[in-house]
Each structure stands twice: as C-alpha cells, then as structure tokens.
C-alpha cells in the first residue's frame, strides 16, 4: 500500500500505529538524554547518548511518515501536543528516578538498563515484523531503523546479562528493576485499540503473536541468567495506547516543547 | 639517529639532549620513548585538563539537549555532545597512558576533579539560561577552541596530536552548527534577536578569558613559556586570542550584534586588536571552583560517581571471574 491507496479506515489505524512508535521512541530518547553526564562511566555516556541519538532519529522517521499523512509538522507533531494525545507506553515516560535531569539526579542505574533491553527486545521484534508491512513507506524506515537497532540491542544485552550475574548487591537492584519494568511493561507489548483495523490492514504482526515472541525471549534469557520468570507482564497503571498517562509524562513534555511552545511560527 | 642499544648508557643529560634534538628535528614523541619528567607531568596536566573540561563542557549544553527547539536542532545538538563526550574519552585515554608509570589511573582524575585540584576550563564554570547561550557556546566557545586546539594539531607528543586531529575535524561541525542557530535567531523575531545579544552579552566576558591571561607575570604561571619549549604549543594566548577576535569579531558586526565592549576597534598602525581585558582576579576565583555553576555542575558528576559505585563494582567483578 502506498499514501494513495490507504482506504479511510486503514489510514487511521495507521496514523494510530506510527503515533506509537515515534512517541514511544520519542519519550524513551528523551530520558536516555537526560543520563547525559551520569552514566557509570564516560564510554557509556559516548554510548548511551549516541543511542538516544538514533532513538530520536527513528521518531523523526515516524513523524515524518505522519506529516506525509497530513497529521501536520513533524515539529508540531513532537512539541505541541497535549499529553492525552500521546501513544506511548506509560513505562517509557517514567522518570529515571529521583531528582531532575539538571538538579540533584538521584538515577538508577539499574532501572536504565532493564527498560531499555525490554524495550530493544520488543523494538527488534517490532522491526523484523514491519519489514514486511504492507505500507511499503512503514516497511522502507524499519529497514533503515533496524541497522542501528541492530547495536542498540547488543548494548543492552551485554549489560543486562553481566548485571544480573555479578555482585550480589547488582542482582539486587536488577531484580528490582525486572520487578518494576514488569509491572507496567504490558502495555509496551499492546497495539492499544486500533489493534483489530491495524492487523487486518497488515501493517503488522497480531500483537499475540509479537508478544509470545517476547515473552519467549524473556523466559529464555531470565533462565540464563538464573532469575525467576514472573509470569505476563501487566499493565497496572493504564494503557498509554489509550491517551493515558502519568505526570511524568507532562513534565517529559514541557521540558520538550520549552523553547518552541514559545513562538512555533517563527525558525529556530 | 642512532642511538640504538646504548641509549640506556647515556648520561640524564644525554639523555635530555637527544630529546631536545629530536622535538627539534619535528620527529614525535611516542608514549614509551624516554621523556624528561618534567615533560611527562606538562603533557598529563594538559591533556588532563582538555580532556576533563571536554567531559564537564557537555554539562552547560545538557539542560539545551531536549529543550531544542526543533527535531533537526535535537538532532544536533545531541550528536555535539556525544562529540563532547567522545573527545573527552579519547583524551583521557592518551592521559592515562602518560599517568601508567606514575601508578595513576582514571580514578586519580575524577578523585582530582572532584577535590578541586584538576581545573576545568573557566567557560564551563558559567550559566546557560537560554537557547541562545547554547547558540553562542557552540559558535564561539567552540570556534575558540578550534583556534587553540588547531595550534596544538603539530603537539611534539604524538597521541596529543593524532587525538587533536579527529577532535579538531568534529569541532569545525560544532560551529557551524553553533552558527546556524545564530542566524536562524538573528533572522528571527525581536526576541530572539535579544536573547541572542543577551547571550553574547553574558559569553564575552569568559570568551576573552578563554585563552588564558596575557603573559606570565599576571599569574605567575610559566605553563604556557614552557610548553612552546617543549614544541606542545606555538603560540602565544595572546597569540591566540588576537586570531579569535579576527575571524569572530567582523562576522558578529555583520549579524547587526553589538559587542559588550565599547572600546574594542583594530589598531592599525600595530596590526592588533585593542580591548577591555578580562578581571583576571575573577577568572582565578572561577577555575578554582568558584563560578556561578562550579558547584552544581561538580555535584552532577560527584553524584553519579557515588550513585554509580555498585556498577563499577560489579563490573570489577565480573573481570575478575
Ligand atoms: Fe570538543
Ligand atoms: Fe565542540
């Protein structure tokens, strides 16, 4: 399919769709960028901040395709929406921990890893599945996404697995973390309520089958790694495919939009 | 030359001789070559510093990361400073291979830096409250840079130099990305024009300061003297500071912005520009820790140090197995 020959129906489940992935790479990018000069070490600052780097790229690639679908500027698309717009997952816009970005960050470490490998998993998942969609726009940014992703995920792999199998007081506060991520990380692996129009039109896979797919991959490597499998991950505090979301979320956006929400009409 | 098996042989002075000849002769000096001692503590302090200010130069611009005021300007500003970051690494590395005989290790550096006894450059001690001070930071604080690293790219040490090769081809991408926020503000709306005046307003100040006091005697501090000796540096911070104002100053009048000097002009007759200099008495009180954002931006990294003991641990650990 092509802008073209979308059918009504079709576009909106797809405009639904693009809204959240650009917004769930959008806000997770944003609290990687706020480790900025935190990471445990000055190699996984250069590292960290080159993923958040493309993390941002790959939501302007979603933008993009939502501005070819006439849902305005990328730019308005990312600065200027309200929060019960956004599509992202709840987990995602979660603060990295106590403290802001510029004063007094209190963040942790652990919860940092944990969220971006369950979210590179799932991203990866996401990808292989929307090479083969039938918007063939969709199809052609997953292939340019996935070179990058390819690294992103490593990255966090090799953490993960070397945290969760050193020191006692690192298994500690990565089981912690698993706990934490667990709780509300269904609702990363939901196509929210549009899921019926978006996988009939093939855009992607059923969400069953994507989920399966990552619930498989987290028995496999919480066995490797000796932790426990804590059963289907929840989505306790709401569905962010539904508009819902947490303060965290308005803080996330108000940092955001500072700067353009002050005169949108002119060039910066 | 050839010295050969014998080299051991020879006498200190020998020694200093032949290392005299050889930065002389333009030839590089190599981490494991024979190097007087007083040579090996200039290059740790220098390169110690440069890469240290590059780590904390990322902080003014942290706040302006995901406060940029568009996709393509995030874009950028994010990839600047994962630059920052990167240079800094690289330096650090070349400074721990010079600190290795000495028993020192990264761990030194950031234990100095947290007791105030590793400075960092004195523009990265300064506030940033808006968008135009990270336009101005990125087109002047790093043009300068470019200016003062460019002298050091022919360093007689041949790791300082070769780092300062990549560093410097990244820092021309900064300015100019420096460059296009400050025209697209200076072509912009009356308040963006003023907050742009109201940056450089702010910057300038630091920006003379940047290359460091005129001569020896205001500080007592022969670091600079001693470097041209040892062939690390050419130039003069007078030298150098006189090259900034020519590139920077007619390229600043041309976007209609005004210099918070109003005795700076170009003196023809000694080919040199006459300004206000800087309260030096300020810039020591501002690299020792005392600038309005010193504290703060030391309490970020002393804070993620501790928060981030356990993975140091950790990792220690695992290299251990
Ligand atoms: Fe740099
Ligand atoms: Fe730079």
Not at chain 1, 124 to 153: F, G, N, V
Not at chain 2, 184 to 189: D, I, K, N
Not at chain 2, 266 to 292: C, H, L, R
Request: aromatic share 10%; glycine share 6%.
């Amino acid at each position: 399919m092509t802008q073209e020959t979308l059918k009504p129906q079709e576009k909106a489940a797809l405009i639904e769709l693009l809204y959240q992935m650009g917004d769930d790479d959008f806000i997770l990018s944003f609290r990687g960028s706020e480790w900025l000069g935190l990471a445990p070490h000055i190699e996984e600052d250069v590292a960290f901040s080159s993923i958040s780097q493309d993390m941002m790229g790959h939501a302007n690639l979603y933008y993009r395709l939502l501005e070819d679908l006439g849902e305005g500027e990328a730019d308005r698309i990312a600065h200027l929406r309200t929060p019960d717009q956004f599509r992202n997952a709840i987990i995602l816009e979660e603060v990295n921990g106590p403290g802001t970005y510029l004063k007094e960050p209190e963040y942790d470490w652990a919860f940092a890893v944990v969220r971006n490998y369950f979210y590179a998993v799932h991203k990866q998942i996401r990808l292989d599945s929307l090479r083969h969609s039938s918007y063939e726009p969709l199809a052609e940014a997953a292939r340019k996404i996935m070179t990058e992703q390819y690294y992103h995920l490593m990255h966090w792999e090799v953490w993960f697995k070397q945290l969760m199998t050193s020191t006692d007081e690192a298994i500690g506060r990565m089981n912690a973390a698993v706990e934490k991520v667990w709780r509300d990380f269904g609702g990363v692996l939901t196509l929210g309520p549009s899921y019926a129009d978006i996988v009939k039109a093939n855009f992607i896979d059923d969400e069953a089958v994507m989920k399966k797919r990552w619930t498989n991959k987290f028995e496999a490597v919480l066995k490797e790694v000796g932790a426990a499998y804590p059963g289907e991950p929840r989505m306790e505090r709401g569905n962010g495919r539904n508009g819902v979301h947490t303060d965290d979320l308005k803080q996330a956006l108000s940092t955001l939009s500072e700067v353009y929400a002050t005169n949108p009409a002119t060039g910066w | 030359m050839t010295v050969g098996v014998s080299f051991n042989q020879l006498s200190e002075e020998e020694k200093m001789q032949h290392f005299l000849d050889r930065i002389n002769a333009g030839e590089k000096i190599e981490p494991d070559d024979w190097m007087p001692e007083d040579y090996r503590l200039q290059l740790i302090r220098l390169i110690s510093m440069h890469g240290i200010s590059e780590i904390m130069g990322a902080l003014p611009e942290k706040e302006w990361v995901p406060k940029a005021p568009s996709l393509h300007r995030k874009l950028a500003i994010m990839a600047k400073v994962q630059d920052e970051m990167g240079h800094g690494q690289l330096l650090l590395r070349v400074a721990e291979d010079l600190m290795a005989p000495l028993g020192k290790t990264r761990h030194d550096i950031m234990e100095d830096l947290f007791s105030g006894k590793l400075k960092f450059h004195n523009v990265f001690h300064m506030d940033a409250p808006t968008w135009g001070d990270a336009g101005i930071i990125a087109w002047l604080v790093d043009g300068a840079a470019i200016i003062s690293q460019s002298m050091m790219l022919d360093s007689s040490y041949g790791p300082y130099a070769r780092a300062l090769k990549r560093i410097c081809a990244e820092e021309v991408f900064h300015a100019q990305h420096g460059e296009s926020i400050i025209l697209a503000m200076a072509e912009g709306s009356p308040e963006q024009r003023q907050m742009l005046q109201d940056a450089l307003n702010r910057w300038w100040e630091s920006l003379i300061m940047f290359f460091g006091p005129k001569s020896a005697k205001e500080t007592g501090n022969s670091n600079a003297d001693k470097n041209i000796m040892y062939k690390i540096r050419t130039k003069t911070n007078e030298d150098l500071r006189q090259e900034f104002f020519t590139k920077y100053i007619p390229r600043i009048w041309s976007l209609g912005l005004t210099i918070p000097d109003d005795t700076i002009r170009f003196d023809e007759e000694t080919q040199m520009w006459i300004y206000k200099d800087a309260d030096w008495s300020k810039f020591k009180q501002i690299v020792s820790g005392n600038g309005p954002q010193s504290q703060n931006r030391l309490d970020l990294r002393r804070r993620s140090y501790k928060n981030n003991e356990w993975v140091r641990e950790a990792l220690a650990a695992k290299k251990a197995i």
